[in-house]
């Protein structure tokens, strides 16, 4: 099965600076990598996603880059803001049609736990 | 627009009784499933579920039972608590599997003494 692994586990970046969290997969078949953003008591939440055939997908101050060469993928977040606090998890699965009962599901990373200083 | 609606938010348990968790989601959504989340683990698949009627094992299914009766909703069952069940259980729903992104719900906080 998928593993994906997930560093660093806690960043810490001056508000203004550049966050980099970076991912790695094993299953060379996984073409999808999405973000999740999950703040304090809520659920996580979708932030932005990637398909193999695309290298990098920008998103105002967030940005996600794959190298399938080297089976990773990693979020940049750009003049971050207090409110850029939060756990972040990587994922990945397979695209598969949505006809396709199979069990292509998400494999989470263990997540990131970026802070904000001001 | 409601997303996924988890109920209870909050439960306290003792050992071996047996509660029932509800998942809600109003998308029409197919896929359905139950995660636990626990200090430096991530998220892990309990079970989910393809369809109605249908439900599958995911990484850690033991002590846990699931239902999906109706599309719009997915139980998960404690029959007999431990305290290595001490989580937080997040639901979440998809259009189908692989290139959608999941809707999650915000949470059950289980505690079990």
């Known amino acids: 099965g998928e593993n994906v692994e997930q560093h660093p586990s806690t960043l810490s970046v001056q508000e203004g600076d550049s966050a980099v969290i970076k991912c790695t997969y094993s299953?060379?078949?996984?073409?999808?990598f999405p973000w999740y953003k999950q703040e304090l008591g809520k659920g996580p939440q979708l932030i932005i996603d990637i398909r193999s055939n695309v290298g990098e997908k920008k998103d105002q101050r967030i940005a996600v880059t794959l190298n399938k060469t080297a089976k990773h993928f990693s979020l940049h977040i750009t003049e971050t803001q207090p409110e850029d606090s939060a756990v972040y998890f990587c994922a990945a699965s397979r695209l598969v049609p949505i006809s396709n009962f199979g069990n292509e599901k998400l494999t989470f990373g263990t997540g990131t736990r970026l802070t904000i200083i001001p | 627009n409601a997303g996924v609606t988890q109920t209870p938010k909050f439960r306290v348990l003792k050992t071996g009784q047996s509660m029932t968790l509800l998942c809600a989601q109003d998308m029409n959504h197919e896929y359905m499933y139950w995660y636990r989340q626990d200090p430096g683990m991530g998220l892990r698949l309990i079970h989910y579920?393809?369809?109605?009627?249908?439900?599958a094992k995911g990484e850690v299914p033991d002590g846990y039972n699931v239902s999906r009766l109706k599309k719009q909703n997915f139980l998960l069952g404690l029959e007999s608590a431990a305290p290595s069940q001490t989580s937080v259980y997040f639901c979440?729903?998809?259009?189908?599997?692989?290139?959608?992104?999941?809707?999650f719900g915000s949470g059950t906080r289980l505690t079990v003494v």
């Open positions: 979440a729903s998809s259009p189908g599997t692989g290139g959608y992104g999941y809707t």
């Open positions: 579920s393809v369809g109605e009627g249908t439900t």
């Open positions: 299953d060379s078949a996984s073409n999808y």
